[in-house]
């Protein structure tokens, strides 16, 4: 047992808890000039959950991950449902699940990069409005905003939903539905109360995901976003480099390694809750 | 088949999703080869200059290899661990083991930045130079969690008789891991090599924070992005993922051969 046990324990305990546990000893210090000045203070966990702007730039990079999250639960779900019920055969289903992978695996700059050549003063939308004569001058509303961010963010997760929706879905044996059927369910009942409460695990697993991805996206919104689009993660990133705030930048940090453990502990106890036995 | 929803309809929706999944996508390959100096539309030309010039790029192609270099490094070092973690999951009871289970998740969750923020402050603290090195040993850490829960979900899904016949007919731990888990594991191990190795060539987190003097392709793209775009970015882009496609492709022929578990 030890022998497949140790060695990723040890390395978890030396590139992960330790590095937490000098994070937290770094949050209760302070900059002494340009120097660290180890302390035993609260003062940067005050900061962070009383000064502006943290505390509301962690609600907003929260509500834009949220935002992300729904969005691409939304878009995930009719092509999971087509994966797991439309397909004539195992091969179909292998060619579309391929299909859904490969655009995740292209670069997340390129595709972030790509948006702003569909909605930019001169992109694809603007151009196409423009020689259709329905404008006369590019539209502006497009870009640097937060619809720009969420649309973006939601278009490079989207394919983890899936997989996470399809992963449940695809537990469904044809038989059920067949005997709902029989029974004279028709598609919308078979859909409401079989299809939808077996997906939820699948639902919540892949909006854990795209949640967390968006929530701690700093480039999306830097490419994208408009002048107060700041999220939690490029703030981190500034107090590293610019404002050289160490202290604060991990208290940033721990605060939201604890949130993120609180989260995966509440959503394993959901998920837990929520499977279905087949 | 067994269809819910009407084929027309549940199809026109799910197509809609794919077309808005590939659109942005063929719109950059389509532009790498546009001969306009401007990096958007209109499309004036076709012209293979811009590959050219990214091979004559050395900083480009400095970070091509670098990126690649660190992908490697980084699945030397994620995928054996997660390999081992997975078995030790799935195999044993051990005192905190649920408690091993959610560290092992929790860089799924951490933002990435974060991940490199504690990191960067333990190299600080311990005096180590940034560099290439740094930047696996931190992806390394956060890919972990892949092959954990892939090879894991394998190794569920097999149970332990194999395991225990082996155990009962003398073999040690080497012979069973060698001869009966890992034929097992081999399509979830392909696989999970592929997602770490994709997903490193791609990281920017972790590296922003984690990168000394050389820089990784990523890294490279987002500094020319925050400047001013050039048409190099879309060559690069369609490179990588010809690059990704190449891998995929490889991975799956990879795994689609004999697999002796599943009879």
């Not at chain 1, 001058?137 to 996470?164: C, Q």
């Not at chain 2, 054996?80 to 078995?87: E, R, T």
Request: aromatic share 12%.
């Amino acid at each position: 047992m030890a022998i497949w046990l140790l060695p990723p324990l040890l390395w978890f305990v030396l590139f992960m808890l330790v590095p937490y546990a000098i994070t937290v000893f770094y949050s209760f210090g302070r900059m002494d000039g340009v120097l660290f000045a180890p302390d035993f203070s609260l003062e940067n966990y005050r900061k962070v959950f009383f000064d502006a702007p943290y505390a509301p730039i962690i609600l907003r990079s929260a509500w834009i991950g949220l935002l992300t999250a729904i969005f691409s639960s939304l878009l995930a779900y009719p092509v999971a449902m087509a994966m797991a019920f439309n397909l004539p055969s195992e091969r179909a289903r292998q060619i579309v699940y391929i299909l859904v992978i490969l655009p995740w695996w292209a670069s997340y700059l390129v595709k972030a990069y790509a948006w702003k050549a569909i909605l930019g003063p001169s992109g694809l939308i603007n151009k196409g409005l423009m020689s259709a004569g329905l404008i006369d001058e590019p539209i502006r509303i497009f870009l640097y905003n937060d619809f720009s961010v969420v649309l973006t963010l939601t278009y490079i997760f989207t394919p983890f939903a899936v997989l996470s929706i399809y992963a449940q879905l695809e537990r469904i044996p044809g038989s059920l539905i067949e005997a709902a059927r029989d029974m004279g369910a028709n598609g919308f009942e078979i859909f409401r109360r079989i299809v939808l409460p077996i997906s939820v695990p699948g639902v919540l697993a892949g909006a854990v995901i795209t949640f967390s991805l968006g929530f701690g996206d700093f480039l999306a919104p830097a490419l994208l976003g408009g002048s107060d689009s700041l999220m939690i993660s490029s703030v981190v990133i500034s107090l590293l480099g610019v404002a050289n705030d160490r202290p604060l930048a991990a208290a940033i940090g721990v605060t939201i390694i604890v949130l993120a453990a609180l989260l995966i502990s509440a959503v394993n106890r959901l998920e837990k809750r929520t499977q279905v036995r087949l | 088949m067994k269809s819910v929803a009407p084929t027309p309809v549940i199809w026109s929706l799910a197509g809609g999703v794919m077309l808005f999944l590939y659109l942005p996508i063929l719109l950059i390959v389509v532009l790498s080869f546009n001969s306009s100096p401007r990096v958007g539309l209109p499309f004036q030309g076709f012209t293979f200059d811009w590959y050219t010039a990214l091979l004559d790029n050395r900083q480009m192609m400095k970070a091509i290899w670098n990126s690649v270099y660190v992908a490697f490094g980084t699945v030397a070092i994620g995928v054996p661990l997660g390999v081992m973690g997975a078995i030790a999951l799935d195999r044993f009871h051990f005192p905190g083991k649920e408690t091993f289970r959610r560290l092992v998740l929790l860089p799924v969750v951490l933002p990435g930045v974060i991940t490199g923020v504690s990191l960067l402050n333990f190299y600080v603290w311990g005096g180590v130079k940034l560099s290439l090195f740094t930047i696996m040993m931190g992806q390394g850490t956060a890919l972990i969690c892949i092959t954990v829960t892939e090879v894991f979900a394998r190794l569920q899904q097999l149970g332990r008789s194999q395991y225990e016949a082996a155990h009962d007919l003398g073999a040690n731990e080497w012979e069973i891991f060698w001869r009966v888990t890992m034929p097992n594991i081999r399509t979830a191990l392909i696989g999970s090599t592929m997602i770490v190795l994709s997903l490193s060539l791609d990281e920017i987190a972790v590296t922003y924070l984690l990168t000394g003097r050389d820089n990784t392709l990523p890294m490279v793209l987002w500094s020319i992005l925050r400047r001013e775009a050039t048409p190099l970015v879309n060559v690069a882009g369609t490179v990588m993922i010809l690059l990704t496609l190449v891998l995929v492709t490889i991975g799956l022929r990879l795994s689609r051969g004999r697999q002796p578990g599943s009879h």
